[in-house]
């Protein structure tokens, strides 16, 4: 930047998030001070994703807590590009910490793509292809945040969104393919003579 080089602060205020960055996140924000934050915070950049969904889903809890409490943040907005709230991309990056605080402190909410399957696994490919969650960030607690979810439902006596419960299901066992295949591969001893 200093160098001349032009960046909209909304894209480097997506890379913060995406990185979890939260002291370039905070400044990036107080420079917007002049401006409407929480306009900032709810902006879907040109990547098209919102600052709150990007720390979500890559499990970056306090930022995603400073944007809603500290900037104005919606943490139950849905994305118009892919329909989901900021607590479904938690999930998808296999966040129990990030899940749990976002519906007990925040108040997330799942949107409308937990009523339907198709639409949250085609949710889901477009987050890999796009690379929004960064691998060193990805979670693997999908069977944590479904006994939590499934609890959390009964507790507060609500019904647990079956198309959530599929999702969960199948990252878990893509998770475990994915292990297993990794154990393959490096127990295959080869022998030359």
Same mark, same amino acid.
């Given at each position: 930047v200093k160098e001349g080089v032009s960046v909209h602060l909304g894209d480097l205020l997506y890379? +913060?998030?995406?990185? @979890? %960055?939260? *002291?370039?996140?905070?400044?990036?924000?107080?420079?917007?001070? @002049?401006? *409407?934050t929480s306009?900032?915070?709810?902006?879907?950049?040109?990547?098209?994703?919102? %600052?709150?969904?990007?720390?979500?889903?890559?499990?970056?809890?306090?930022?995603?807590?400073?944007?809603?409490k500290t900037y104005g943040g919606n943490v139950n907005q849905s994305n118009p590009h892919n329909h989901t709230t900021p607590l479904e991309n938690a999930i998808e990056g296999g966040h129990l910490d990030t899940v749990r605080k976002?519906?007990?402190?925040?108040? +997330?909410?799942? @949107?409308?793509?937990?009523?339907?399957v198709d639409n949250l696994e085609n949710a889901a490919k477009l987050v890999i292809s796009q690379g929004e969650l960064l691998s060193k960030f990805a979670g693997h607690e999908y069977s944590e945040i479904k006994d939590f979810l499934l609890e959390y439902h009964k507790d507060n006596k609500t019904s647990f969104?079956? +198309?959530? @419960?599929?999702?969960?299901?199948?990252?878990?066992? *893509?998770?475990?393919?994915r292990i297993d295949s990794i154990k393959r591969t490096t127990t295959t001893t080869v022998v030359t003579e």
């Open positions: 890379l +913060a998030c995406q990185h @979890g %960055a939260g *002291d370039m996140v905070n400044t990036i924000m107080d420079l917007k001070r @002049g401006s *409407d306009e900032t915070a709810n902006r879907v950049t040109k990547y098209g994703w919102t %600052a709150v969904e990007i720390a979500a889903i890559n499990g970056h809890y306090p930022i995603v807590r400073t944007l809603v976002m519906i007990l402190e925040l108040g +997330a909410r799942y @949107g409308s793509m937990a009523s339907n969104p079956l +198309a959530i @419960g599929n999702k969960l299901n199948r990252l878990e066992t *893509d998770r475990l393919s």
